[in-house]
């Protein structure tokens, strides 16, 4: 997987994604302590025959493949081949 400066979290924090954002389209997604999520570069089967790439969090892997991320209520979740899930703090349940 190829590391790219836009999944990495900037110098300076200057704004949350607003709620109901989603990537794709939006490019990253900023949540309130800061981190940067965006999908990664590797291509993987998903759900509903959707492209799916590793879910990455500060440019770091979280285990997660989904197709889509999603800010609601101030929540991160993804749509995995499993359906939603969201963000713990430490992991997708």
């Known amino acids: ?5 836009y999944m990495l979290p ?5 704004h949350i994604t ?3 954002i989603a990537s794709p389209p939006a490019l990253t997604i900023f949540d309130e302590t800061g981190a ?3 999908l990664g570069t590797d291509m993987q089967p998903g759900p509903h025959g959707e ?8 440019g ?3 285990g997660a493949v989904a197709s889509r991320i999603e800010r609601r209520n101030g929540k991160i979740r993804v749509f995995t081949v499993n359906g939603w899930r969201q963000w713990t703090g430490r992991s997708f349940a």
């Not at 900037?10 to 200057?14: A, I, M, S, T």
Request: charged share 15%; with cysteine.
């Open 10 to 14: 900037p110098k300076e924090q200057f």
């Open 1 to 5: 997987m190829i590391i790219q400066s």
């Open 18 to 20: 607003e709620n109901y």
């Open 36 to 38: 940067v999520w965006c």
């Open 51 to 58: 492209y799916a790439f590793s879910v990455l969090r500060n």
């Open 60 to 62: 770091a892997p979280t």
